[in-house]
Nanobody, 125 residues
Framework: QVQLQESGPELVEPSQALSLTCTVSGGSITTDDYYYSWTRHTTGKGLEWIGYINQSGGTSYNPSLQSRASISRATSKNQFTLQLSSVTPEDTAVYYC?????????????????WGKGILVTVSP
């Protein structure tokens, strides 16, 4: 089955960029018709979708984060990444990668079949 694993620095300084990698095993990000997404969870706002990249490399983002977020792929490594620029302490969250089909064509957490365990990223000087 598909397994996902987040990795990257867990401490980020304000104004710098957050960079995370999701490694996919048990599937192919170029072959499987899935949407590969990043989301995050905070105690205040709950689960917040960041964006996704699809099988063909197309992307879509939450409008509230689109100006700062960028999702890309490393197809040879079966990985996809998140870059979030100009971070503030409010970006502190548990970041998850997740994948699944989108039967309704719109991302929601219930449409994701596989989730990483999550990684806590703290933005602090």
């Amino acid at each position: 089955q598909v397994q996902l694993q987040e990795s990257g620095p867990e401490l980020v300084e304000p104004s710098q960029a957050l960079s995370l990698t999701c490694t996919v095993s048990g599937g192919s990000i170029t072959t499987d018709d899935y949407y590969y997404s990043w989301t995050r969870h905070t105690t205040g706002k709950g689960l917040e979708w960041i964006g996704y990249i699809n099988q063909s490399g197309g992307t879509s983002y939450n409008p509230s984060l689109q100006s700062r977020a960028s999702i890309s792929r490393a197809t040879s490594k079966n990985q996809f990444t998140l870059q979030l620029s100009s971070v503030t302490p409010e970006d502190t969250a548990v970041y998850y990668c997740a994948t699944g089909t989108l039967p309704g064509g719109v991302w929601d957490s219930n449409s994701m079949d596989y989730w990483g365990k999550g990684i806590l990223v703290t933005v602090s000087p």
